[in-house]
């Protein structure tokens, strides 16, 4: 098949992790610059925001199809909605950097001969700032590997409504309870949901459907993940007495 567009580009992306990685390694100065036009603010890739913005592209690729219109406004559109709804819950800019605006515009694949020189800059300015959330994103994917999947595949996998939320939050409590469940889990590197199920009375399908996820959360809440587990207090309110 012959890819003319970034349309057919990010459909064929989404097909295996390789070309996934390829393909938001091309358009990382997208992902920056739309980052910056959400902060108004130059944004690393020892920033959250850089976190946030490309596990939103992530999900963008994951998510598209031709009825949603050309992939690059779409993809704007996830990353602006996913940083919006980063600030509202109160966190702040961090790790603060001037650069002119225009750094942010032009793509290599649009033709614009500076565009490799720009996203260069980009990421010079990103080894400047040390970040501990970053180092826990990392530490944690290499955990996930383990298990068949990355942090960033959990943005297509996370429960959306507050059902289930509660839900994934019982399950993930029953692991971390149990400290056999636990072990087997870790060892074997699958989920036991069928001794899940009799603990918390949840049905197949809804642990089934949020595995990477339940496993992701057990692991995070049973590790050193201080910052990451903030986006997870739910599910310590769960473990409360």
Request: contains cysteine.
């Amino acid at each position: 098949m012959i890819i003319v567009n970034i349309n057919d580009e990010a459909i064929e992306a989404a097909k295996d992790e390789k070309s996934l990685e390829k393909f938001i390694k091309k358009h990382e100065l997208f992902i920056l610059r739309e980052a910056f036009r959400v902060t108004k603010r130059f944004v690393s890739k020892s920033d959250d925001e850089w976190s946030i913005a490309l596990i939103a592209f992530h999900q963008a690729v994951k998510s598209y199809t031709p009825e949603r219109g050309n992939f690059k406004s779409f993809a704007a559109l996830i990353i602006k909605s996913r940083l919006t709804d980063y600030y509202r819950t109160g966190k702040k800019y961090s790790n603060e950097m001037n650069v002119a605006p225009d750094t942010f515009d032009g793509d290599p694949e649009d033709g614009d001969p500076e565009a490799e020189f720009k996203l260069s800059v980009a990421r010079a300015g990103a080894v400047s700032h040390e970040n501990p959330a970053k180092d826990e994103i990392e530490a944690l994917n290499s955990v996930f590997a383990a298990y068949g999947f990355s942090f960033y595949d959990l943005s297509g996998c996370s429960p959306k409504k507050d059902k289930a939320k509660r839900d994934c939050a019982k399950a993930v409590a029953a692991v971390l309870r149990d400290e056999s469940l636990l072990n087997e889990l870790q060892t074997k590197k699958l989920l036991p949901i069928a001794k899940i199920m009799n603990i918390t009375g949840l049905p197949r399908k809804i642990i089934e459907n949020h595995r990477k996820y339940i496993i992701a959360a057990v692991e995070i809440m049973n590790g050193d993940y201080p910052l990451v587990q903030e986006y997870m207090k739910y599910i310590r309110e769960e473990m409360s007495p």
